[in-house]
C-alpha cells in the first residue's frame, strides 16, 4: 500500500500569518460548520415529505421516491460544474452561490404548493443544486483550515453537526408539517402546509449567505506544488485514491440511505420487533442519532489514530453488524442494524478528506467528483427494493453489506496516509 507525501494539504490558506491564522481558520470553521448544520437539516426533512406528498397527490412508491430521484440526482449532475464554478470564483464565493441557490429552492416550495408534484420535484433538485456547490465548496475548505494530519477530525466534526442537523429535521418537519395535516382536508390545503417552513428556510438561507459574503474568513488557493509519487497529475481522474474514494463515496451514501429508507419496514416484521409505522419511526431517530454521537467520538479519536485505521475498523463492525441484522431475530437483529448508525459516523468526511489529500490545484475537480459520487444515495436503495421484493426485507441487507466490504478494503489500503506527517 502506497502512502501519500508528507505535505498533502491540497488547498491552502494565504496571507494569514502565526497566530492570526489559528484565528481566522477556528471563526472559518465555526462558520463553515453552520452550513453543514444546515444541509443537514434541510436533507432529513426529505424523510417527512415523501409520506406528505405520497398522501396528498395519491402516488405509488415509485413515484414518491422520484423526490430522492431529484435530490440525489442533482449532486450528479451539478458536481463537477460546480467544481469548475469554484476553481474560478473561490471557494468563499462559491460557497455563498450555493447557499442563494439553495434559498431559492427553499422559496420556490411555495409556488409548488399550488402546482403540483412535478413542481415539487423541480424544486427540489433547484434546493439540492445549492447544497451540492455548498458540499463542494465546504467539504475542501474545512481540510485545509489547520494541518493535513487533523483533515479528517475537523470533517469529521463538522460531519457531527450535520448529523444533529439530520437527527432533528425530521422532529421539526413532523411539528411545522404534519401535525398541520388535516385528514379532511383537501390536497391544496395539506400541500399548504410546507410554505411556512420552506419560506423560512429560505430566508434564513439568504441570510447565511449575506454573513458569510461578509466574514473575513481565510483566503484559499490552490497549490501546484504537491506531487503524489507514483500517480498522474494530468488531472483528479488520475489520481487513483480520489478514484477509489469516489467509490467509496457512491456505496456508503449508498448504504446508509438504503439502510434508513428500509428501517421502518425491517422494524416492523413480526420476527424482528413487529412495531407499527408509527412506533417504528421513533428508532430512526436512534440510528441517525448514532452517527452524530459517533462523529463527536470520531473528532477525538482520529487526532492520535489513523483515519484508514479507524476507516477500516468501522467498516469491518458494520459489516457484522449488518449480517447479524440480515440472518438474525428479535431485538439482537434490531439493535444491531440501529449501531450501524454509530459506525457510519466517520466514514463519509473520512473517504472524502483521504480521497482529497494531495490533489492539489485538482481539488476543486476531485471535490466535484466526490460529491458527483453521492448519487448513489438514489441508485443503491432502489437496487435493494430490487432484492427485497425477490427476497425479502431483511435478506435485503445483504447488499449494504457488500458495499461496506469495499470501504473496509479502501480504509486498509490508505491506512498509513499521513503517517510521515
Known amino acids: 500500500m502506497g502512502s501519500i507525501a508528507p505535505n ?8 494569514v500569518p502565526g497566530a492570526a491564522q489559528n484565528g481566522a481558520n477556528n471563526s472559518a470553521l465555526v462558520i463553515v460548520t453552520i452550513l453543514f448544520f444546515m444541509w443537514g437539516l434541510i436533507t432529513s426533512l ?31 449532475i451539478v458536481s463537477m460544474p460546480a467544481g469548475a464554478l469554484i476553481r474560478r470564483i473561490g471557494y468563499q464565493k462559491g460557497a455563498v452561490t450555493g447557499l442563494l441557490i439553495a434559498a431559492g429552492g427553499c422559496a420556490l416550495f411555495y409556488p409548488a404548493s399550488f402546482g403540483g408534484y412535478g413542481l415539487f420535484l423541480f424544486a427540489f433538485f433547484v ?29 469529521t466534526l463538522t460531519q457531527a453537526f450535520n448529523s444533529l442537523g439530520t437527527t432533528i429535521g425530521p422532529s421539526v ?3 411545522l408539517i404534519l401535525s398541520a395535516v388535516g385528514v379532511a382536508a383537501g390536497a391544496a390545503a395539506n400541500a399548504a402546509t410546507v410554505r411556512g ?14 454573513l458569510f459574503f461578509a466574514a473575513r474568513l481565510p483566503r484559499i488557493a490552490d497549490s501546484d506544488d504537491v506531487a503524489l509519487p507514483g500517480e498522474g497529475r494530468g488531472s ?17 451514501v449508498g448504504a446508509e440511505v438504503s439502510i434508513g429508507s428500509f428501517l421502518i419496514n425491517f422494524l416492523g416484521e413480526s420476527h424482528i420487533a413487529g412495531l407499527s409505522h408509527a412506533d417504528a419511526a421513533h428508532y430512526v431517530s436512534i440510528y441517525w442519532g448514532g452517527a452524530m454521537v459517533g462523529r463527536f467520538i470520531g473528532f477525538a479519536v482520529m487526532r492520535v489514530v489513523s483515519p484508514g485505521k479507524a476507516l477500516a475498523f468501522n467498516s469491518l463492525l458494520a ?12 431485538r439482537v437483529a434490531m439493535w444491531a442494524i440501529l449501531a450501524v448508525g454509530l459506525c457510519n459516523s466517520i466514514m463519509f468526511p473520512t473517504i472524502f478528506s483521504m480521497a482529497l489529500n494531495g490533489l492539489g490545484k485538482y481539488t476543486g475537480q476531485g471535490s466535484g ?4 459520487a453521492i448519487v448513489g444515495g438514489a441508485l443503491v436503495p432502489f437496487a435493494q427494493g430490487a432484492l427485497a421484493d425477490s427476497l425479502g426485507v431483511q435478506a435485503s441487507f445483504v447488499l449494504p453489506a457488500a458495499c461496506y466490504v469495499f470501504i473496509l478494503y479502501f480504509g486498509a489500503k490508505y491506512s498509513s496516509m499521513y503517517a510521515a506527517q
Not at 133 to 142: C, E, G, K, M
Open 8 to 15: 498533502s494539504s491540497s488547498v491552502v490558506p494565504q496571507d
Open 46 to 76: 426529505n424523510d417527512v415529505l415523501i409520506p406528505h406528498l405520497k398522501s396528498i397527490y395519491t402516488l405509488t412508491y415509485v413515484q414518491a421516491m422520484l423526490v430522492q430521484f431529484c435530490f440525489f440526482g442533482a449532486y450528479f
Open 127 to 155: 434546493l439540492a443544486s445549492g447544497i451540492t456547490i455548498l458540499q463542494v465548496a465546504a467539504n475542501p475548505y474545512v481540510t485545509v483550515l489547520g494541518a493535513a494530519r487533523t483533515a479528517s477530525s475537523r470533517l
Open 173 to 175: 418537519g413532523g411539528l
Open 197 to 210: 417552513p420552506y419560506l423560512g428556510l429560505a430566508g434564513a438561507l439568504a441570510l447565511l449567505a449575506v
Open 236 to 252: 483528479a481522474w488520475s489520481h487513483r485514491h480520489l478514484v477509489l474514494g469516489a467509490i467509496g463515496i457512491f456505496l456508503y
Open 319 to 330: 459489516i457484522a453488524l449488518v449480517l447479524v441484522a440480515a440472518f438474525g431475530e428479535g
Open 369 to 372: 467528483i466526490l460529491c458527483m
